[in-house]
C-alpha cells in the first residue's frame, strides 16, 4: 500500500521555484531516501508533505486520501510526523517536557501517556538516564535522538526526518542510524533526507534524487550506489 504519493507536486516561494512537478511514492513499511545537492528541494518537499508550505499543483496523497488541502495539525493527527533539519528541541524544558510535546495532540488518557512515554524510553534507552534533565544540556547527537523519540511519541504511520547525521560525529551518527532501523522495524514508513549519501542509501529501500527542483534519478538504493549519474546529480554537495 502507498503511504505517500506524490503527483506533479510544485511549491514556489513568490515567484522563486521551490520543486516543480515532482512525481513520487513511498510504500507502507519502507524507509526511502531523498538525496540531492544544496538548495535542490529535499527539505522544501518535506514540508509541503508535512504541510508546512503550501504548493503551486499537483497531488498529496496520505494511505490513499488527498491530503493537498489539510491543516499541518490534522496531517500530525493522521500520524504524518516531520522531524526538521536542527533538532527544533526545547532546551529550556527538560528531555521528559520535550518528549510529552510529542503527544499533546494524541488523544490519550493519562495512564495511556504514561505507557507511550515508558515505550519509547524502552525505544530509545540512552534517554532513559537524562529523562529529568535540560534537553539543552544534551550533546548533539542526544538532542538528535530526542528530536526523533519526540516525533515517535504519538504512534506515527510514517515519521518523515531531515538530515538526521547534520553535525554529528560518526559514533553519534551509527547510534542515530541504528535507531532509525529501529523505528522501521516497528512498521513505521521512513521518508529520510540525508546529507551522507552513501550513510543513506545503505539504510534506504529505494532513494530519489533531486536536482534543481525536480526528479533527476530514482531506484533501488544498490543500483544508485553504483550509478556514475548519482555524482553529477549531487554535485559533490553534502547539506540542503
Given amino acids: 500500500m502507498r503511504a505517500i504519493e506524490l503527483v506533479n507536486l510544485s511549491v514556489y516561494y513568490g515567484p522563486v521555484r521551490g520543486v516543480e512537478d515532482v512525481s513520487l511514492y513511498v510504500d507502507d513499511g519502507e524507509i526511502v531516501a531523498l538525496l ?42 493522521r500520524g504524518l510526523v516531520h522531524v526538521p533539519e536542527g533538532r527544533r528541541i526545547f532546551t529550556a524544558l527538560t528531555v521528559r517536557e520535550n518528549l510529552e510535546l510529542g503527544i499533546y495532540s494524541a488523544k490519550l488518557k493519562h495512564g495511556q501517556r504514561t505507557e507511550r512515554f515508558d515505550e519509547v524510553l524502552e525505544m530509545f534507552p540512552i534517554l532513559k538516564e537524562h529523562a529529568t534533565r535540560l534537553a539543552g544540556m544534551l550533546s548533539g547527537g542526544e538532542q538528535q535522538v530526542l528530536a526523533i523519540a519526540r516525533g ?44 551522507n549519501v552513501n550513510l543513506a542509501l545503505e539504510i534506504a529501500t529505494r532513494a530519489y534524487v533531486l536536482q534543481q527542483g525536480s526528479v533527476a534519478l530514482s531506484g533501488d538504493s544498490s543500483t544508485l550506489a553504483s550509478d556514475p549519474r548519482l555524482s553529477a546529480a549531487y554535485l559533490g554537495a553534502e547539506s540542503d
Fill in 152 to 195: 515517535m511519541m504519538s504512534k506515527p504511520r510514517v515519521l518523515m526526518i531531515d538530515e538526521p547525521s547534520l553535525g554529528l560525529d560518526p559514533q553519534k551518527v551509527d547510534i542515530v542510524y541504528d535507531l532509525l532501523e529501529a523505528v522501521a522495524a516497528t512498521g513505521t514508513t521512513v521518508l529520510l533526507v540525508e546529507q
Fill in 36 to 77: 540531492g545537492a544544496n538548495g535542490a528541494g529535499k527539505s522544501t518537499l518535506l514540508k509541503a508533505i508535512s504541510g508546512i508550505v503550501g504548493t503551486k499543483r499537483g497531488s498529496i496523497k496520505y494511505f490513499g486520501e488527498n491530503f493537498a488541502k489539510t491543516s499541518a495539525h490534522q496531517r500530525v493527527i
